[in-house]
């Protein structure tokens, strides 16, 4: 079984409509990440989570809220979804020390018409 | 300013035909500096992590090595298996340490 696992892998919903992203690892990291990737301009952070009572935003966290249920799970909420929100979504997670390689999961395909 | 530039966008490559993808960087201290493969439609893979100027890692056809300012990704004899978008990430001294990601190469190599 994957290590880092996202629900739902394809999303279509309409403008206006709220939405959750799910993410859940086992690889017992206390780090987690949420990021979206559109074409032509990579990985950009939305939110991140260090442990189960830190959540932190990132660079574009306007229009999205996230919660931390448990150390093995981080959800990405939309409140009201919109069009320019159209996006590939990945969680990762990371280990706090030396390295703090992020490990990333499958990806969530999202289309808000 | 991006901190993280990459180059080219783009590669095309014959099989065989070695080459070099360049990651520059402009963090005035750097922890760490990593690279990602990246296959259409799936998340980021970790390939190599690396600390100071100098540093060299291998895996496989891949050979990461690291200047002051800039890393090096040179695919030796590419087979089309290969064929991915690379990413490099920059991790700087202080902060968070959360990585700041460079917008990637997508390397095709052709049979």
């Known amino acids: 079984d994957a290590d880092v696992t996202q629900t739902p892998r394809n999303r279509i919903t309409k403008t206006g409509k709220r939405i959750m992203l799910e993410c859940s690892q086992t690889?017992?990291?206390?780090?987690m990440y949420w990021y979206r990737q559109d074409p032509g301009l990579g990985l950009r952070l939305i939110y991140y989570?260090?442990?189960?009572?830190?959540?932190n935003k990132g660079e574009i966290s306007d229009g999205y809220s996230v919660s931390r249920q448990a150390q093995a799970k981080f959800s990405l909420s939309l409140e009201s979804a919109i069009p320019n929100q159209t996006a590939l979504y990945f969680c990762?997670?990371?280990?706090?020390?030396?390295?703090?390689?992020?490990?990333f999961g499958p990806g969530t395909r999202l289309l808000v018409l | 300013e991006d901190q993280v530039t990459q180059s080219p966008e783009a590669l095309r490559l014959q099989e065989g035909e070695s080459s070099s993808l360049n990651c520059s960087y402009t963090?005035?201290?750097?922890?760490?500096l990593f690279w990602y493969r990246q296959d259409p439609g799936k998340g980021p893979e970790f390939l190599f992590t690396?600390?100071?100027a100098g540093e060299e890692k291998e895996k496989e056809r891949l050979k990461a090595t690291l200047t002051k300012k800039e890393s090096f990704l040179h695919i030796t004899a590419p087979k089309p298996e290969d064929s991915a978008t690379y990413l490099c990430a920059v991790q700087e001294v202080g902060g968070s340490y959360i990585p700041t990601f460079g917008r990637g190469t997508s390397l095709i190599v052709h049979p």
């Open positions: 989570s260090f442990d189960v009572k830190d959540i």
């Open positions: 690396l600390y100071s």
């Open positions: 963090v005035s201290g750097l922890r760490g």
């Open positions: 990762a997670t990371s280990a706090l020390g030396a390295e703090e390689t992020q490990y």
């Open positions: 690889k017992g990291h206390d780090r």
